[in-house]
């Protein structure tokens, strides 16, 4: 299983929405019935000033596919997937991935 492709997308896609100069930046989907219910995005600059860029078109569709394909191979067998996630982007490209489940 290699999730590599699909993290790669979304940092890509954080990095052309996010200003240059980005102090951190944290993605948040929820999907729903194998839709894609919300995506925010949020960075924030060096000065704590954040911003909240509204994705559209070709870019929430990117982003939506690289959700499920996460949530497709990260689901176990016998389990429910995870139906929420953050993805938090750093500039010297760490990140972290965190997922929630329902109860």
């Not at 980005?22 to 704590?48: I, Y």
Request: glycine share 6%; with cysteine.
């Amino acid at each position: 299983m290699d999730l590599t492709p699909s993290y790669q997308t979304l940092a890509t896609e954080i990095i052309q929405h996010c200003p240059p100069g980005f102090a951190s930046a944290r993605l948040s989907g929820a999907l729903e019935d194998g839709d894609v219910a919300t995506v925010q995005l949020e960075c924030r600059k060096a000065d704590g000033a954040v911003e909240r860029p509204r994705i559209r078109g070709m870019h929430a569709f990117t982003i939506s596919s690289a959700l499920f394909e996460l949530q497709k191979q990260m689901q176990k067998p016998g389990h429910s997937p995870w139906n929420r996630c953050t993805f938090s982007l750093f500039p010297d490209g760490k990140f972290k991935f965190d997922v929630e489940y329902d109860d």
